[in-house]
């Protein structure tokens, strides 16, 4: 079984890995972002009153992994949206 709060450990760790990779090419890590924040909504059982947002920034990840052309406002929406996601997550002590 696992420690209470590994999995916040986890991700923060992550998050903190990714935030740097967001700044230089945040095209390419949204894709790991998005993974990361899929683990997080399935261990909260869902996202919340953050849902629509979240459905749009996975709408224009899924573009960039199927190599669409994607606006940079587009890209900064989704990069600030699954941050948003993520900040909410953590505050109702996720994985706490």
Known sequence: MQE???DRH???TE?????????????????ELDELLGRMVEANGGAGD???DLTAAREITRKIGA????DPGDIAFAV??????YDDLLENDLGA
Not at 67 to 70: F, H
């Open 50 to 52: 953050e849902l629509r």
């Open 10 to 12: 986890e991700w923060e």
């Open 80 to 85: 600030n949206a699954y941050r948003e996601v």
């Open 67 to 70: 190599a669409e052309d994607v």
């Open 15 to 31: 998050m903190s890995d990714l935030e740097d990779r967001l700044r230089d090419d945040p095209g390419n890590a949204l894709l």
């Open 4 to 6: 209470p709060g590994l």
